[in-house]
């Protein structure tokens, strides 16, 4: 009944899990779900008012535009250059976004042919593989591990795949390992592409979400970038708006037309409400923005604490709301997460759910208030390990 490609789509690795889990909360166990990267926080309240006055005028009741309101694309391009330092024009270099998943999807769709080789990370978010995939597109992992800081080895990559190499996407600040890049990893990019032809999307979802001073930079700032790249930014994890489905797209304006000759083909826009809220997001205060990351880091320190003393070996993250832990001897990324939900009530991601290269890790998400932590950190106290 299916087609090909949805037959081809990896196994869901979490059923075990999901059952198990279910199986316990039937029972009345208390969970801990620190399963899934979607903020606990409400969406700040002034993004909510400028939503609730924008969906009873009636004029945004109708099709959006397919690029977005000018209004919208021009906040996007204010705040890249207020907080990112580059300079953009809103009408060619960016693009609304139903969030940065559709995007993820769709950007295969425009430059890959089948028989393309896609580079991207891994662990990593699950779409840049099943997107290269619905595309025709052969996805090629580039491990992460911990000796290269979380960062792709691209000179490790064989002159064949480098031929058929069509499109790298890459994510820094990094979803599951919450590693950091600087600028001369961008830059090294800028030239690796450049030198063989390859299309360079960053996922910049986590951009905001630092701590201790640290500010994530663009990738469009490395130079020469605006040459070869584009870059996704999404209000998901920013503004707690993960529900609202908002995002951005800038760079080459070649490249976001192909986007957007996709995206005018499939969807139809974002609902002009949600874009004015999305300008009152980006064009006011940020200070939300600070005290959200001022709470994500207590629930950071008050797990790595608990980890720590448990003989984990985990460093504090700079940005992301993740913490990325290699699992004890003699378990599997799998087995591990199964004992902290059997035996303690606790959910966490397996490393290999974001690709075999997350092997040996699991991925806790910040997503409870910091006295859950805790409570997570005493239960894992108590497993013999
Ligand atoms: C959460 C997340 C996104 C954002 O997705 P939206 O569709 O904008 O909600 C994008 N990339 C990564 C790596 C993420 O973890």
Known sequence: MYSDRINALPPYLFAAIDEARDELIAKGVDVIDLGVGDPDLPTHPHI???MRKAVCDT????????????EFRKAAADWCRKYKGIELDPATEVLSLIGSKEAVAHIPLAFVNPGDVVL???????????????????PYPLPLTAENNFLPDLDSIPANILKKAKLFFFNYPNNPTAATADMKFFEKVVEFCKKHDIIAVHDNAY????????????FLA??????????LYSHSKTYNMTGWRLGFAVGNSALIKGLGKVKSNVDSGVFDAIQIAGIAALCSSQAGVEETNKIYE??????????TAMGLEVKPPKATFYIWAPVPEGFTSMSFAKLLLEEAGIIATPGVGFGEAGEGYIRFALTKPVGRIKEAVERIKKLQL
């Open 207 to 218: 951009c905001q979400m630092t701590y201790e001073g640290y500010e994530a930079p663009s």
């Open 48 to 50: 909510v008012e400028a």
């Open 298 to 307: 207590e629930r950071r320190n008050t797990l790595i604490e608990g980890l």
């Open 222 to 231: 490395a130079k020469g970038a605006r040459d070869i790249g584009m870059e």
């Open 120 to 138: 991207y990370t891994e662990p990593g978010y699950p779409v840049y593989k099943i997107g290269t995939l619905f595309a025709g597109g052969e």
């Open 59 to 70: 004029k945004t009741h109708q099709y959006p535009s397919y690029a977005g309101m000018p």
